[in-house]
């Protein structure tokens, strides 16, 4: 599992858009069997993961909205993975990938069913559901990690895949826990401070310098996504809930601030 506030360079996405634009279509027609393996991959779990967006906007009173939010948000997210595509060292877009490509599915159905579900709150149905679907996400993360190990497959581009998946799913946990007023509107706080940190990056350089390898942040992010998984269970309420939001966001504070420190204390520049 990546996490926060991990940042690895080097990598498309951290690129000016003039450079990253420069060769980026010739790059890829010289790799037409990683372009086409990885097309013929993603396409196949887009149409799958619609086909049951599909079902379940008929199982649960969700409308075509919520199909829509679904294919939007895989169409981006998948996009950007083509985007960084050049950055991807290996042959093939590999297994590992594909599970990290999986788990963007389930992101997607889950932040689709918060946005779009008027009444989550009162359904205990659509609420196990939802805990069902983080907790398989949850279970995958470090299978794509065991797999690029496995198979010869470890990246940068991998990693960062992984990374920005865990911190979309956390963001989308963070929303829903206030939506369902779980806790205050801070527990966004969760959700955003990562990508505060990498907006803070652009004014002050040093933060975007790379860190060195913790088990600590890897902690912390499955506390993360553990805690606001617990949150949506029906049963717990407040002022247990906001309990569990306020210890997690202590953690990813001290995580933040360790990690912080350590750039702005460390010699050099980026």
Not at 83 to 93: E, G, I, S, W
Not at 113 to 125: G, K, N, Q, R
């Amino acid at each position: 599992m990546a996490s926060e506030p991990e940042r690895l360079g080097g990598d498309r996405f951290g690129r000016s858009w003039g450079l990253a634009q420069a060769g980026w279509i010739t790059q890829l027609r010289a790799r037409p069997a990683l372009l086409s393996d990885t097309i013929a991959g993603l396409s196949g779990l887009l149409l799958g993961t619609s086909i049951v967006a599909l079902l379940v906007s008929f199982r649960l009173p969700l409308g075509w909205d919520f199909v829509a939010s679904v294919i939007l948000s895989l169409v981006l997210m998948f996009t950007l993975v083509l985007y960084a595509l050049p950055d991807h060292p290996h042959r093939r877009f590999g297994p590992a990938n594909l599970v990290t490509a999986f788990r963007a599915c389930l992101v997607s159905l889950t932040g689709a069913t918060v946005l779009c579900f008027d009444s989550l709150a009162a359904t205990d149905l659509a609420l196990w559901t939802l805990v069902g679907v983080v907790l398989i996400a949850l279970a995958l993360d470090g299978v794509d990690g065991y797999l690029a190990r496995v198979y010869g497959h470890e990246s940068a581009f991998g990693a960062r895949f992984d990374m920005e998946v865990d911190a979309l799913l956390i963001l989308v946990l963070s929303v829903a826990a206030a939506l369902l007023e779980k806790a205050g509107l801070w527990v966004i706080w969760i959700g955003l401070m990562r990508y505060a940190f990498v907006a803070a990056g652009w004014m002050i350089p040093r933060l975007t310098g790379e860190l060195f390898p913790s088990f600590r942040r890897k902690l912390v992010c499955v506390i993360q996504i553990s805690a606001l998984c617990l949150i949506l269970i029906p049963f717990v309420e407040t002022p247990y809930s906001t309990a569990i939001a306020v210890v997690a966001l202590l953690a990813l504070i001290y995580s933040f601030t360790v990690d912080i420190i350590y750039l702005l204390r460390k010699p050099g520049t980026p």
